[in-house]
């Protein structure tokens, strides 16, 4: 007789890594996972799975998982844990923690998450029970991913948005109300390779087996871009400056969408003024697009019905990203594509819940007016940046580094890091970062795997559980999903459970209202009217409603806005292209174009030496950034990190398919393997991320091989965006390539 027991579940973070949200049936037998698939019935991926959700079997019960506590016992670098248990890590943990709020302030121990996944909330509620308005995604220069975008979108419309695939429809591209959308530009995003920030990457395919033409804006040759009505192949970092040209055409050849422009948009006549100093020759030298392929494009975009903007990491990357994601917007603005079938659809969390409370009403109810104050006054870089002071409560990534190396204005001594590879992955000038958060006082990590930020840094290391061994909720956007534990693996915990007994401790009265991690869960599923229980009983899924969360057409009727009435979300119940609120920060209400901060523009004499231009991280399905290189099914498929050259180039430089070689710059060099490839421009190349081995020699120096594979050891530090968000030098970063026997 079979035994085997198939739950319903969703798929977020730990596993496969990423920000999640597809529906997977787990085959559980004697306690183990013994099989995952797609589930059919759940309508975010409709039966589809990536390949790392494939090996779960192999990630959840790995030889090298860790699944006890561990405490370091020799120096930090020897690479010497002993399992310890939890009771001791917590108190290991508390104490520690104490002593340096003591000593130092609460705010000077940071906490560090990786990318948005099932982090923000625990990672928060931690921070702001210890009491420190310090938390931050360490490395992450210019906060380059995702609150950039974030960021412009809610300051300008009032919300954000993303492309309408019928996400919000409960029977998805059969539902009646959607359009398809006759144009997606995939912006800087290659969705296909992942599933980014809360969007199944199918989803683009299956509007394009629909009839949807894509304008890709990629610097590569893809799958994506060889299918495409266009492909405006810019030079990387340039995304600004062809925005503002194709804003510039449409309005030029009077292709807007009057009516709406007329009736919800503050500042047209302003934006016409701006994009018409960016005109399509000079454009087209910037950008090296032909000028008729960016009118080409503009002309398609807003003659479209309907059309929509999917847009990625690379617009973060932009020197002052926020800029560029403005410029962005106001193209979906000013052709009517928002709130509307089709279009760009407003992305609220479902039913209104969050996962965790961020608003200051309810943070002073837990925390104390003190704690606000804190956030304001000590969060770093909220006193440089207004921007960072006001939108999110994230201190900014590169001063914080700065801080722990400076100790000015106060000493950073502690870090609590969770969910992110600091050393081998998230961060820029890794090397930097990495020898500064030697000084640090106490580090623990939260992790599954030793991976180089272990290995260098952990006084304590937690291990996390992965999503088939984890209770949780989501609210990121629909549907509303609540995850129910299935199987142990060791003693690993979530990440939730975790920080939910440290915050007790730490915040005995705030924490006191919830008995259970349910109870917290279920307070934030109250404007849902629903429980864990009765979601798990609907099956661990529900749609929105017809109301605020639900699309379309909301700011005619009312649902967007506090006061009821119609409109956007924002002061002046219009779309402000001219943004009032930039400029109260001291910031250009309008957007605009900054050049790369290495290019042959703007550092000729640099361009000479590294005349290559490299595009780092362009995703791939087999790994999620910095994870993944130890799980054999998918390391067999990609064993060595590539760099994609151009035949041509190689040739130019004596370098043969499958020789290794370095990528070269002034702040070092970096191991790849040549991989002759037509994906690239001449001028180009591409090499993946977060490549250390894990099969090699983890105590420091090797680190796992970090110090040779890591290409962030010469990725540079902050570009200065006024808006202190955007600008990672990940995509734009210029470099040469040297034989290793030379
Ligand atoms: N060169 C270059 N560098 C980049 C980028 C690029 O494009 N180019 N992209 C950048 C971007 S956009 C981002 S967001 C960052 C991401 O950087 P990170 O978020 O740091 O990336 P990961 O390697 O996915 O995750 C870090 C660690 O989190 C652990 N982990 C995964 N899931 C969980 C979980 O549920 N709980 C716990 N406790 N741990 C978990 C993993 O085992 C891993 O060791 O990298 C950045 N780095
Ligand atoms: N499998 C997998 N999925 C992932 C991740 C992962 O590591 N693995 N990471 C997750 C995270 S945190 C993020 S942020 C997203 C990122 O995913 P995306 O937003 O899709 O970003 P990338 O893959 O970095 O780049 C997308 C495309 O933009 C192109 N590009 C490079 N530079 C530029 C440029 O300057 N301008 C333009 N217009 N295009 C450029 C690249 O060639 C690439 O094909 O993916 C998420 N999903
Ligand atoms: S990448 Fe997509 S398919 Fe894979 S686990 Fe994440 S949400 Fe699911
Ligand atoms: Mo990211």
């Given at each position: 007789?079979?035994?085997?027991t ?30 995952i ?32 506590p ?17 009771d ?52 992450l ?105 194709m ?5 030029g ?15 047209f ?6 994009a ?47 800029a ?68 999110r ?9 700065d801080?722990v ?32 958060l ?9 992790d ?11 006084d304590?290391?937690?291990?996390a ?62 404007p849902?009217?629903m429980?864990?229980a ?23 009727r009312?649902l ?117 490839s037509?994906q ?12 250390w ?49 030379a």
């Amino acid at each position: 007789m079979d035994d085997t027991t198939v739950y319903r579940t969703t798929a977020w973070s730990a596993g496969p890594g990423c920000h999640g949200g597809c529906g997977q049936k787990l085959h559980v037998k004697n306690g183990k996972l013994v099989r995952i698939e797609g589930d059919e019935n759940h309508p975010w991926n409709q039966g589809r799975s990536c390949p790392r959700v494939l090996a779960m079997t192999q990630y959840m019960y790995h030889p090298d998982r860790i699944t006890r506590p561990l405490k370091r016992v020799g120096a930090r670098g020897e690479g010497k844990f002993e399992p310890i248990s939890w009771d001791e890590a917590y108190d290991t943990c508390e104490k520690r923690l104490n002593e340096i709020k003591r000593k130092y302030g609460a705010e000077s121990a940071i906490f560090v998450q990786g990318t948005g996944r099932d982090i923000g909330g625990p990672i928060t509620m931690l921070a702001y029970s210890y009491g420190s308005p310090n938390w931050v995604q360490l490395g992450l220069s210019g906060h380059s991913c995702y609150t950039p975008r974030l960021g412009a979108m809610k300051t300008v419309m009032g919300d954000f948005a993303v492309a309408d695939c019928s996400q919000y429809l409960e029977r998805r591209y059969e539902d009646p109300q959607w359009k398809v959308p006759e144009i997606i530009i995939t912006w800087g995003q290659n969705s296909t390779m992942g599933c980014p920030d809360g969007f199944f990457g199918s989803w683009v395919v299956d509007c394009m087996k629909l009839g949807t033409r894509i304008i890709a804006v990629e610097p590569r040759n893809t799958w994506l871009s060889s299918r495409a009505l266009h492909h405006l192949q810019l030079r990387p970092g340039t995304d600004g400056a062809l925005a503002l040209a194709m804003i510039n055409v449409i309005i030029g050849e009077g292709l807007y969408d009057k009516e709406f422009v007329a009736k919800w948009v503050q500042g047209f006549d302003a934006l016409r003024e701006r994009a018409a100093q960016y005109p399509l020759d000079e454009v087209a030298k910037i950008t090296e697009i032909p000028a008729q392929e960016i009118a080409a494009a503009a002309r398609a975009f807003a003659r479209a019905k309907q059309a929509a903007v999917q847009w990625g990491v690379p617009v973060d990357m932009c020197p002052d990203g926020t800029a560029v994601a403005h410029a962005i917007t106001c193209l979906s603005v000013i052709t009517g594509n928002i709130d509307k079938p089709g279009g760009q659809v407003i992305a609220r969390p479902s039913h209104g819940v969050t996962s965790y409370p961020f608003s200051t009403e309810e943070l002073v109810k837990l925390y104390g007016a003190d704690l606000i104050a804190r956030l304001n006054e000590k969060r770093i870089g909220a006193d440089v940046y207004p921007m960072v002071k006001n939108f999110r409560g994230w201190a900014q990534p590169d001063m914080v580094i700065d801080q722990v190396e400076s100790g000015v204005p106060y000493p950073v001594k502690a870090a609590w890091i969770q969910t992110a590879n600091v050393v081998g992955g998230q961060s820029a000038r890794a090397k930097f970062h990495l020898e500064a958060l030697k000084k640090l006082e106490f580090i623990a990590v939260v992790d599954l795997f030793h991976n180089p930020t272990t290995m260098a840094l952990a006084d304590i290391i937690l291990p996390a559980a992965t999503f088939p061994e984890k209770d949780s909720i989501r609210s990121w956007w629909a549907p509303l999903i609540s995850i129910k534990k299935r199987v142990q693996v060791g003693e690993c915990k979530s990440d939730w459970e975790i920080n939910f007994e440290l915050a007790k401790r730490f915040n005995p009265e705030g924490m006191k209202r919830w008995k259970t991690l349910e109870d917290m869960f279920n307070e934030r599923l109250a404007p849902s009217k629903m429980t864990v229980a009765d979601l798990q009983q609907q099956g661990g899924f529900k749609m929105p409603e017809d109301g605020p969360f639900k699309p379309y057409f909301r700011h005619e009727r009312g649902l967007l806005r506090p006061d009821g009435k119609p409109g956007f979300n924002t002061k002046s119940g219009k779309i402000e292209v001219y943004c009032d609120t930039f400029e109260g920060w001291g910031m250009d209400p309008l957007p605009f174009y900054t050049e790369p901060p290495q290019s042959e523009r703007s550092t000729p004499e640099l361009f000479k030496k590294y005349p290559l231009v490299m595009i780092t991280g362009a995703r791939s399905q087999l790994f999620f950034h910095a994870e993944h290189r130890q799980i054999p099914w998918l390391r067999e498929k990609l064993p060595d990190p590539t760099v994609e050259i151009h035949p041509e180039t190689a040739k130019k430089y004596a370098i043969y398919d499958g020789e290794w070689v370095y990528l070269e710059n002034d702040m070092g060099r970096v191991k790849r393997k040549a991989k002759f490839s037509l994906q690239v421009k001449r001028h180009h190349v591409h090499t993946m991320h977060g490549w250390w081995m894990p099969e090699m020699e983890g105590k420091a120096p090797s680190l796992y091989g970090v110090g040779d594979f890591q290409i962030n050891n010469i990725i540079p530090g902050p570009q200065c965006a006024k808006s202190g968000f955007g600008g990672g030098q990940y995509k734009t970063t210029l470099c040469t390539l040297a034989k290793i026997s030379a």
